[in-house]
T-cell receptor
């Protein structure tokens, strides 16, 4: 049981490049989330999904897109990366039966130069 | 603006003492509040959930209180140990729908042997 897996773990991008972060969970969870974590700012919700085929905006959605084509996967896309998107990105998931406990992945470190 | 604030300074305490961390929020009326632990380079891990009708919740050496009038939750670690050194995050569901979760900025705790 791997839980929540994020790929890649580290990536360096040039300004203007695009990339996709992949999150996969093997717990059959309905809900999935993408957060970014910056020093002094804490975890901020980018986008979330309450089920396969659905997505919604969180606190800081600008510059990001997401897709949830399969229940177990939640993709975060950066169409044109900017230095302000340098951050640590965390994917998370939960299910109703977990009592709102959120399970996090190990993080993806992204640097935009 | 809507905010979740935690102790702004890092907290250093002597081993064996009780650590008390604060989570204050404005403009929310959460039905419950959660606490997570995050170690360097890792994703947050769930610790405790307290509901609005619960004054206090305990788990081993951990104790959480929730005062909806003060809009504040306190997180206590009794008989602290160096292994308790980590960043602690509080989180709430701004819409009480179970769909999304906002996190505080976190408090870095160091327990000195």
């Amino acid at each position: 049981n791997a839980g929540v897996t994020q790929t890649p773990k580290f990536r360096v991008l040039k300004t203007g490049q695009s990339m996709t972060l992949l999150c996969a969970q093997d717990m059959n969870h309905e809900y999935m989330y993408w957060y970014r974590q910056d020093p002094g700012m804490g975890l901020r919700l980018i986008h979330y999904s309450v089920g396969e085929g659905t997505t919604a905006k969180g606190e800081v959605p600008d510059g990001y897109n997401v897709s949830r084509l399969k229940k177990q996967n939640f993709l975060l896309g950066l169409e044109s990366a900017a230095p302000s998107q340098t951050s640590v990105y965390f994917c998370a998931s939960k299910t109703w039966s977990s009592g709102n406990t959120i399970y996090f992945g190990e993080g993806s470190w992204l640097t935009v130069v | 603006s809507q905010k979740i604030e935690q102790n702004s300074e890092a907290l250093n305490i002597q081993e064996g003492k009780t650590a008390t961390l604060t989570c204050n929020y404005t403009n929310y009326s959460p039905a419950y509040l959660q606490w997570y632990r995050q170690d360097p380079g890792r994703g947050p891990v769930f610790l405790l959930l307290i509901r609005e009708n619960e004054k206090e919740k305990r788990k081993e050496r951990l104790k959480v209180t929730f005062d909806t009038t003060l809009k504040q939750s306190l997180f206590h670690i009794t008989a602290s140990q160096p292994a308790d050194s980590a960043t602690y995050l509080c989180a709430l569901d701004p819409t009480n729908t179970g769909n999304q979760f906002y996190f505080g900025t976190g408090t870095s705790l160091t327990v000195i042997p």
